[in-house]
């Protein structure tokens, strides 16, 4: 049964979409205005006699093939993959195309316009809200930003399994602090222990 491009097309133009069917590339090319990206182009693209559903961002990220700072965009890819739902990152390293990509099989269902609509959102929204501007700076200093946000999320995510806990944890690190430090030797002597 699969999906066909007519269907993808009914879609977007519920959304109110401009688009471009390419019938015998089986895709259909559409883009929008991004925040961090001047050209947002994303193709829709079904392989399998539509049994197979894609959707992806073409050369998003430029420039990578010979930067300085290559290992750390690509780490920072696949933190972003690992972090978030769907979205994943493919690299050309012929010619060094970075590509952000949504794919699943749809064997002999059909894709529903809900699963769509989720599909295409997440594409825009993780790419060019939360991706891109932390690979742009990845790509300037060598460093992910991301990484100093995960100490955060993780501290969230223990105050909201076990509430209280944060503050357990301060107070233990607290002492733990006062049992290492060694007192300065005016103190030791009004303790008493020189």
Request: charged share 30%; proline share 5%.
């Amino acid at each position: 049964m699969g999906t066909t491009l007519k269907q993808i097309s009914t879609y977007l133009d519920t959304k109110g979409w401009k688009y471009k069917v390419d019938e015998a590339g089986c895709r259909i090319l559409t883009g929008v205005y991004g925040e961090h990206i001047e050209d947002f182009l994303i193709v829709i693209q079904l392989d399998e006699n539509g049994e197979f559903f894609e959707i992806f961002a073409p050369r998003v990220l430029a420039g990578v093939k010979n930067h300085p700072h290559k290992a750390a965009i690509l780490q920072t890819m696949l933190c972003i993959s690992w972090e978030t739902k769907m979205l994943q990152w493919e690299y050309d390293p012929s010619d060094g195309e970075i590509r952000a990509i949504i794919e699943f099989p749809l064997e002999d269902s059909t894709l529903t316009e809900r699963q769509f609509n989720r599909c295409l959102h997440s594409l825009v929204q993780l790419v060019d809200e939360l991706a891109l501007p932390r690979l742009k700076a990845v790509m300037e200093t060598g460093e992910d930003p991301g990484d100093l946000e995960e100490g955060e999320r993780l501290l969230l995510a223990l105050q909201e399994e076990s509430p209280g806990l944060l503050s357990v944890l301060e107070r233990a690190m607290e002492a733990r602090k006062r049992r290492g430090r060694v007192a300065p030797p005016e103190e030791m002597e009004q303790d008493g222990s020189s």
